[in-house]
């Protein structure tokens, strides 16, 4: 294991050690050893593990370095797997719910008897839980509404969970002897930000084989359907995975209508009836033929009605007069009439991304050190990288006060003279919004820095006037560049906050100030449906990680699909410019 799993396994002990009752200085231990190892480097634990020598860490006694070198050298923890079984799955599960943390799980365990999702919303339903101290009605009505949020989206997952989980799969049916053309289709390959199922279309003359491999894979739980040109299955992960086959003739139009969405499909058919064609899933057909099937028909047509060819969906749209139409566009929101007049944009592209900001480091709750991420920009190709660490008032995040922040702004500076790595990093801050719309560093402070990230991280049930003025009062401070996760949601967990958006926005092309599109696949915020107008505005984005540890700097590539989705080109995303491009506007930002 590498040192981030090794600190999460530590992270995990620790809690599971809390629902438990465990001792709080043997839970204070791991907790703190996990934070201990996020400071170390790879390669230093490495040496320490094969020289022996973890204890020689302040803060890492005896038990707790066997446990870090049998994880680094095996990967595996007998005592963690003990753990794991003695503490009930359902105690487990309830932590998934907002505004839950293991010690008032314990304490819902010890004076309710809950010990499980369904046993809790009984105790919130009856009033229990709002007669427990520490509680009451406040706590128990979050608690369900966290429940109820946790039902609602259970059905779907979060596009990059969606993705890994078909990855595999996708690459193993290219793979197999007989497959001409695969693709996956539906919301994951449009982009959406969650994803209910995965689809898969093959083109093959021999689906039997092909069949039988998708229903054999070691992540199947259940099958749950099987014919001979479609099969579907429960996957170990909750998402049910779909596939159907179809001959190489007939891919291009059963990709098109599996892709969706179902209002863009609606218009290209009547598109296609308005030209004298009827079009399905099974092909382009010309409409005025006796045997050709209605825009409504869901039959597949016999074998004497001929479409027109079409190898790829260039060849459809085309077909039809239209420009190709890029699947993340797809919703019925304008994109045929866009088609139609040449109007497309040139979308961003990952490659046209230079540099990333808004990250973090073990400075605050980051997992990694400011060496360490910037070696892994390096590596990703990126001229720059921005650390945007937690400010003061965010204490759950060990945000900096004003001295670490001047002692990292001058590690920062010395990394840059040393030039040890040829990516560029800028010193900022993911500065508070306080309640009241000041900012959490003065502007003396702030204008020490090469840029500023200022973000909602508390107050979230403010009324949405007061949401609105608060964030709009903290774009109209000097030397603030980025507002920061505009919404606060948690996709598939938490809501967003009330906020006037079309203010915000406003405001902040008034004031010169970029609005972030987060990357994080549980964030991906500005929402799309926003962009289209705010970019017409004048509106600039920069696409942000909010990189947390080294491999999620690559969560840029999941806003560069959003950003597709959103219409925006690489002249509306500030962090495709230069490093020279980038250091000017800053600089009259200052």
Wanted: net charge neutral; with cysteine; aromatic share 6%.
């Amino acid at each position: 294991m590498n040192k981030t799993e090794i600190a999460a396994v530590l992270t995990d002990i620790a809690t599971l050690l809390e629902l438990k009752g465990e001792n709080p200085f043997k839970i204070r231990a791991y907790q703190s050893g996990s934070r201990l190892l996020e400071g170390l480097g790879e390669d230093e634990i490495a040496q320490r593990v094969e020289a022996g020598t973890l204890e020689e860490v302040k803060g890492i006694g005896e038990a707790l370095a066997q446990k870090i070198s049998e994880l680094h050298r095996t990967g595996k923890l007998e005592f963690y797997e003990k753990l794991r079984a003695s503490v009930p799955a359902g105690l487990v599960e309830m932590l998934s719910i907002s505004g839950l943390g293991a010690k008032k799980v314990r304490a819902l365990q010890e004076k309710l008897g809950v010990d499980s999702v369904a046993s809790l919303r009984a105790a919130c339903e009856t009033g229990k839980v709002a007669a427990l101290d520490g509680f009451g009605e406040k706590s128990q009505e979050k608690i369900l509404s966290g429940i109820r949020n946790r039902e609602a989206y259970g059905k779907r997952h979060l596009w990059v969970e969606a993705q890994e989980a078909g990855a595999p799969i996708l690459e193993g049916l290219r793979r197999l002897p007989g497959v001409k053309q695969v693709e996956s289709c539906g919301s994951l390959r449009r982009r959406m930000e969650t994803v209910g199922d995965l689809d898969f279309l093959v083109a093959t003359t021999e689906p039997a084989p092909v069949v039988d491999w998708f229903v054999s894979q070691p992540h199947v739980k259940e099958v749950t359907a099987r014919g001979d040109l479609k099969a579907s299955v429960r996957l170990e992960s909750g998402l049910q995975a779909d596939l159907r086959l179809v001959p190489p003739e007939q891919f291009v139009f059963t990709l098109h209508h599996l892709t969706g969405s179902k209002d863009h499909n609606v218009q290209m058919r009547q598109r296609a009836l308005a030209r004298g064609f009827s079009m399905s899933e099974w092909g382009l057909f010309p409409a005025d033929k006796k045997h050709g099937p209605s825009a409504e028909a869901a039959k597949q047509p016999d074998a004497a009605q001929k479409s027109l060819p079409a190898k790829t969906e260039a060849d459809l749209f085309k077909a039809l007069g239209l420009a190709f139409i890029p699947p993340e566009l797809r919703e019925g929101l304008g994109e045929i009439e866009a088609a139609e007049k040449g109007e497309l944009p040139d979308l961003v592209t990952i490659e046209d991304i230079r540099g990333v900001f808004h990250n973090h480091t073990t400075a605050s709750d980051g997992h990694n050190t400011l060496e360490e991420m910037t070696a892994a920009a390096e590596a990703l190709g990126l001229d720059y990288l921005g650390i945007a660490d937690h400010s003061k008032s965010s204490f759950q995040a060990r945000g900096l006060d004003e001295g670490r922040l001047e002692t990292q702004i001058a590690a920062i500076a010395a990394l840059n003279a040393a030039k040890k790595f040829k990516t560029h990093v800028f010193s900022g801050t993911e500065c508070d919004i306080l309640p009241d719309g000041e900012l959490d560093f003065p502007e003396s402070v702030r204008a020490k820095l090469d840029y500023v990230v200022v973000s909602v991280h508390s107050a979230f049930r403010q009324e949405r006037e007061v949401m609105t003025k608060r964030i709009i009062r903290a774009i109209e401070q000097p030397h603030v560049t980025m507002l920061g996760h505009l919404t606060g949601r948690l996709l598939l967990q938490r809501e967003a906050y009330e906020v006037d958006a079309a203010k915000v926005i406003d405001a902040a092309v008034a004031n010169g100030v970029i609005i972030e599109l987060n990357a994080s696949p549980m964030r991906l915020d500005m929402d799309w449906r926003l962009w289209r107008k705010a970019a017409e505005k004048g509106l600039l984005t920069s696409i942000n990680p909010d990189a947390h540890r080294t491999a999620q700097l690559e969560y840029f590539r999941l806003g560069v699909g959003v950003a597709r989705k959103a219409w925006l080109t690489k002249e509306q995303v500030f962090n495709t410019r230069t490093l020279a491009g980038v250091k000017k506007w800053l600089a009259a930002r200052r």
